[in-house]
């Protein structure tokens, strides 16, 4: 059965779970550990990815985030490839570290979120890597220190979590406090994890419930939320998908006129973006300016990458050339 597209628009939250390839390790010491939280920080500020919640385990990891402009896809390929290539080399091994396909759920924030949160954060406990919640506090492969103020990462949204618990941030400390410690006893939550009708109604109970009742309800493995949810989570990623497609069709569009404009002037697609101010390249370039504004109705910005210049610099050819 082919594997389903991820489902993902700018701003979206997501529950991701990375595993190391045949359940290996992906880390093996404390220098790992920093490694990948490091660069775990490190990618989310420069593609201005919010964090919320993670913990690092031995063979697998979890996060909590929001997406940034540039997608899920793009942070978590930087964050995994370059995390792997580091270990590789310092481990001397080669091949894959993680499993090709991580887990992404799109997650209903209104319904989830603090359940996601403190399920994620008591992970090293329910592994026993800590033996109470005291140890956990001083974990630092995990987010819930940064949360009760014991760390402090500034790519980690810690004043978002505990806004959930109260206005005021000592009160909103302790009630989150007591929060995950009323999460210990209920063990280890398949339905946020598990298949896409047992996540939505929140687990097996509420499921057959719903069938003796004669319910229905549309659901989707990759999303954690009800019915309503999904169905709008389903629209708007393929909305933002349909916009993705249409982008990258423009594009390959623009490029072929490009080349082909190019090749019968004799002039490389190289030269022309290289900024060069050779006569035959400078007319060229406005001619292709105005056609691509007038024409095609690209945006100033956008013919500036295309023709290596400056947007002032676009701007310039366009007055230049309606003056002429």
């Given at each position: ?140 492969w995990c987010g819930h220190g940064a949360v009760v103020g014991r760390f402090n990462h500034e790519w980690q949204d810690r004043d978002h979590i505990l806004s ?108 022309l973006a290289s900024g060069s101010r050779r006569g035959r390249v400078s007319r060229l370039r406005s001619h292709l300016a105005a056609r691509m504004i007038e ?30």
């Open positions: 059965m082919p594997r389903q597209a991820r489902l993902d628009s700018p701003g979206t939250l997501h529950h991701v779970i990375v595993r190391g390839i045949e359940k290996r390790n992906i880390v093996d010491d404390d220098q790992d550990r920093n490694n990948f939280v490091f660069r775990m920080g490190q990618v989310a500020l420069q593609t201005k990815t919010i964090i919320y919640a993670w913990a690092l385990m031995t063979n697998h990891v979890h996060i909590l985030l929001r997406s940034g402009p540039s997608g899920l896809p793009k942070y978590m390929r930087r964050l995994l490839t370059g995390y792997a290539v580091s270990y590789n080399r310092r481990h001397q091994r080669f091949g894959h570290l993680f499993q090709n396909r991580y887990k992404s759920i799109l997650c209903d924030e209104d319904s989830y979120f603090t359940e996601l949160v403190r399920y994620i954060h008591l992970n090293p406990l329910r592994a026993k890597l800590v033996k109470n919640l005291a140890e956990l506090e001083k974990y630092p959930w618990f109260g206005k005021r941030e000592g009160a909103a400390r302790g009630a989150y406090q007591k929060y995950v410690q009323e999460g210990i006893s209920k063990g280890r939550r398949p339905e946020l994890v598990g298949g896409g009708l047992i996540r939505s109604q929140g687990g097996w109970a509420q499921v057959i419930s719903m069938r003796r009742r004669g319910g229905g309800e549309i659901s989707d493995e990759r999303i954690l939320g009800d019915g309503e949810f999904v169905e709008k989570a389903m629209r708007e990623a393929q909305t933002h998908l349909k916009s993705h497609y249409e982008l990258k069709k423009k594009q390959r569009e623009m490029d072929k006129f490009l080349q082909s404009i190019c090749n019968r002037a004799g002039i490389s697609v190289k030269e024409d095609y109705g690209l945006t100033l910005a956008e013919v500036a990458r295309h023709l290596g210049v400056s947007t002032s610099g676009i701007s310039k050819l366009m007055i230049r050339g309606g003056s002429e």
